[in-house]
């Protein structure tokens, strides 16, 4: 003890030295394994600025003539697709007349539209009477020259969704609108025209109508938005609508919570119970059969059709109550003799000429 107190010193030294001899041992170990990592991404490296160095990769004359050929031909595909889709989906330009002719165009095929809807037995609405051209149809001067080209392109647009409407042998056009009048929104490579419809018909001949805008037209048009609205099945309650149906009245024998079959119900138990006072064994019958009969008349969510027996001394006439349950089928909003209002929203896309973009890449 007297020994490690004399070199308690010394102890702690040699403690310290063996510590600090411990923690280089470990930085010296990281540190190789560092230095190996880095050797190795420099082997990769020289590796592959040998290849490059050896020509198996690099921007030689020969890759730079491919690369060159390869995006030339690129360009010419797509370039090639443009002009296919124009002339596919592009609205016909031809040279614009005066504007003294294009309000007599314009007057003309109003008047042929509106002609071809009658004879389909299709009603233009009140709102379309001039199928959106309601401004210049209604001008007391010509349009400006400079408008002529647009307003007969647009008039191209509106004869074509008319006829796809008479194809579709809706029952009424309602409305039309171009919500951009004679403008139109640019998307670079092509131009969107936004055209909506309003239509009454029954669900098969509003989609057939949907179906015949993207299979039957000259042009490409892409629904955006749809919208069905049905008549209210049941405008006045279950039981009234139900009543409206089956062609009953307030008087009627047939139908009605408190209709006729209830008030007859409880009329031959009140003969009933007449009976009963004649003959006491077949009246309690009699009166029982009249307040089937009531019930029957004032039973809820059912149409009800009471019948309350006669009351007679001998009593054997026995009441009952017969009730019509309203089905699911009859508040079927989507049934095909029914008629909706269908709003539309379509966009016409038209492809623009490559011409244009070829000049500026030059």
């Given at each position: 003890?007297?020994?490690?107190?004399?070199n308690?010193?010394?102890?702690?030294?040699?403690?310290?030295?063996?510590?600090?001899?411990?923690?280089?041992?470990?930085?010296?170990?990281?540190?190789?394994?560092?230095?190996?990592?880095?050797?190795d991404?420099?082997?990769?490296?020289?590796?592959?600025?040998?290849?490059?160095?050896?020509?198996?990769?690099?921007?030689?004359?020969?890759?730079?003539?491919?690369?060159?050929?390869?995006a030339?031909?690129?360009?010419?595909?797509?370039?090639?697709?443009?002009?296919?889709?124009?002339?596919?989906?592009?609205?016909?330009?031809?040279?614009?007349?005066?504007?003294?002719?294009?309000?007599?165009?314009?007057?003309?095929?109003?008047?042929?539209?509106?002609?071809?809807l009658?004879?389909?037995?299709?009603?233009?609405?009140?709102?379309?009477?001039?199928?959106?051209?309601?401004?210049?149809?209604?001008?007391?001067?010509?349009?400006?020259?400079?408008?002529?080209?647009?307003?007969l392109r647009?008039?191209?647009?509106?004869?074509?969704?008319?006829?796809?409407?008479?194809?579709?042998?809706?029952?009424?056009?309602?409305?039309l609108?171009?919500?951009?009048?004679?403008?139109?929104?640019?998307?670079?490579?092509?131009?969107?025209?936004?055209i909506?419809?309003?239509?009454?018909?029954?669900?098969?001949?509003?989609?057939?109508?949907?179906?015949?805008?993207?299979?039957?037209?000259?042009?490409?048009?892409?629904?955006?938005y749809m919208?069905?609205?049905?008549?209210?099945?049941?405008?006045?309650?279950?039981v009234?609508?139900?009543?409206?149906?089956?062609?009953?009245?307030?008087?009627?024998?047939?139908?009605?919570?408190?209709?006729?079959?209830?008030?007859?119900?409880?009329?031959?138990?009140?003969e009933?119970?007449?009976?009963?006072?004649?003959?006491?064994?077949?009246?309690m019958?009699?009166?029982?059969?009249?307040?089937?009969?009531?019930?029957?008349?004032?039973g809820?969510?059912?149409i009800?059709?009471?019948?309350?027996?006669?009351?007679?001394?001998?009593?054997?006439?026995?009441?009952?109550s017969?009730?019509?349950?309203?089905?699911?089928?009859?508040?079927?909003?989507?049934?095909?003799?029914?008629?909706?209002?269908?709003?539309?929203?379509f966009?016409?896309?038209?492809?623009?000429?490559?011409?244009?973009?070829?000049?500026e890449?030059?």
């Amino acid at each position: 003890m007297d020994l490690i107190r004399k070199n308690m010193g010394l102890i702690i030294y040699a403690i310290a030295c063996l510590a600090l001899a411990v923690f280089i041992i470990l930085g010296i170990k990281q540190a190789s394994s560092t230095a190996s990592d880095l050797a190795d991404k420099v082997t990769r490296q020289k590796e592959f600025y040998k290849k490059i160095a050896s020509n198996s990769y690099g921007l030689t004359k020969s890759n730079l003539l491919i690369a060159r050929q390869n995006a030339e031909l690129v360009r010419g595909k797509f370039r090639d697709l443009r002009t296919l889709l124009t002339k596919q989906y592009r609205i016909p330009r031809e040279r614009p007349p005066t504007s003294l002719e294009c309000v007599r165009i314009l007057d003309n095929d109003i008047r042929a539209m509106n002609r071809d809807l009658q004879d389909k037995n299709i009603m233009p609405g009140t709102g379309c009477k001039y199928f959106s051209f309601d401004t210049l149809a209604k001008a007391n001067s010509l349009p400006h020259a400079s408008h002529v080209p647009g307003i007969l392109r647009q008039l191209t647009v509106v004869r074509e969704i008319v006829r796809l409407v008479g194809l579709a042998e809706v029952s009424e056009l309602s409305d039309l609108r171009r919500p951009m009048q004679l403008g139109e929104r640019e998307e670079g490579l092509y131009n969107v025209i936004p055209i909506e419809i309003t239509v009454i018909g029954t669900l098969s001949q509003v989609s057939k109508l949907v179906d015949l805008f993207h299979r039957d037209s000259r042009f490409l048009f892409f629904l955006r938005y749809m919208s069905l609205e049905s008549e209210d099945q049941a405008p006045n309650g279950v039981v009234a609508s139900y009543k409206g149906r089956t062609g009953g009245g307030e008087g009627g024998n047939s139908e009605g919570g408190m209709g006729g079959g209830g008030m007859e119900g409880m009329g031959g138990g009140m003969e009933g119970m007449g009976g009963g006072m004649e003959g006491m064994g077949g009246g309690m019958e009699g009166m029982g059969g009249g307040m089937e009969g009531m019930g029957g008349g004032m039973g809820r969510g059912r149409i009800g059709q009471g019948r309350g027996s006669r009351g007679s001394e001998g009593g054997n006439d026995d009441g009952g109550s017969e009730e019509i349950a309203l089905q699911r089928k009859h508040l079927d909003a989507f049934e095909s003799p029914r008629p909706l209002r269908a709003e539309l929203r379509f966009e016409l896309v038209e492809f623009m000429p490559p011409d244009s973009d070829d000049e500026e890449e030059n």
